[in-house]
T-cell receptor, first 109, second 113 residues
Framework: DAKTTQPPSMDCAEGRAANLPCNHS???????VYWYRQIHSQGPQYIIH???NNETNEMASLIITEDRKSSTLILPHATLRDTAVYYC??????????FGTGTSLTVIP | NAGVTQTPKFQVLKTGQSMTLQCAQD?????MYWYRQDPGMGLRLIYY???????DKGEVPNGYNVSRLNKREFSLRLESAAPSQTSVYFC????????????FGDGTRLSIL
């Protein structure tokens, strides 16, 4: 069973920041938070992951709350190509990934 | 750099037929994974191989077998295909160092009539 809860869908205007929330209230101390996205029916694409510190890379930023019970993926300037299903996953080792149904993000022109 | 390559991309089988899905990675990764994705759902782990020579069951292993042929290749076999196994199958790999992410192939779309 997925250990995370995400809203089923969200819209974002093109050029604006997309903020995708994820609740993981039962996260253990050694579990990392991973974010992936899936465009159409392609293979999931890795975006970013972190343990407790905020992380940033060329694709996105990950903000994890101090109690680690929730996180937010931020796409700073959403484009039409960011329309996808976004998955938030928690895992202690990187082996056992449980995908929920994710958030379907639609970027609107 | 091809990453994770899955073959075939599409396949149609009849109930009871057998088939092997192939997966190869060129990233020198230690760990490899097989998932299935049914319509409208997230991916579910079938089997994984944490390192060459080892395999472990995931969430939905029934009806499948796997072989870690070498470090590069990890195959998934359906011995007697059933309509319930109609799905999209994804292979993934990762380095094997703790907490590193998995990287996915583009999938095999399998229909069983």
């Amino acid at each position: 069973d997925a250990k995370t809860t995400q809203p089923p869908s969200m819209d974002c205007a093109e050029g604006r920041a997309a903020n995708l929330p994820c609740n993981h209230s039962t996260i253990s101390g050694n579990e990392y938070v991973y974010w992936y996205r899936q465009i159409h029916s392609q293979g999931p694409q890795y975006i970013i992951h972190g343990l407790k510190n905020n992380e940033t890379n060329e694709m996105a930023s990950l903000i994890i709350t101090e109690d680690r019970k929730s996180s937010t993926l931020i796409l700073p300037h959403a484009t039409l190509r960011d329309t996808a299903v976004y998955y938030c996953i928690v895992s202690p080792t990187g082996n056992q990934f449980y995908f929920g149904t994710g958030t379907s993000l639609t970027v609107i022109p | 750099n091809a990453g994770v390559t899955q073959t075939p991309k599409f396949q149609v089988l009849k109930t009871g037929q057998s088939m092997t899905l192939q997966c190869a990675q060129d990233m020198n990764h230690n760990s490899m994974y097989w998932y299935r994705q049914d319509p409208g759902m997230g991916l579910r782990l079938i089997y994984y191989s944490a390192s060459e020579g080892t395999t472990d069951k995931g969430e939905v292993p029934n009806g499948y077998n796997v072989s870690r042929l070498n470090k590069r290749e990890f195959s998934l076999r359906l011995e007697s295909a059933a309509p319930s196994q109609t799905s999209v199958y994804f292979c993934a790999s990762r380095t094997g160092f703790p907490n590193q992410p998995q990287h996915f192939g583009d999938g095999t779309r399998l229909s069983i009539l």
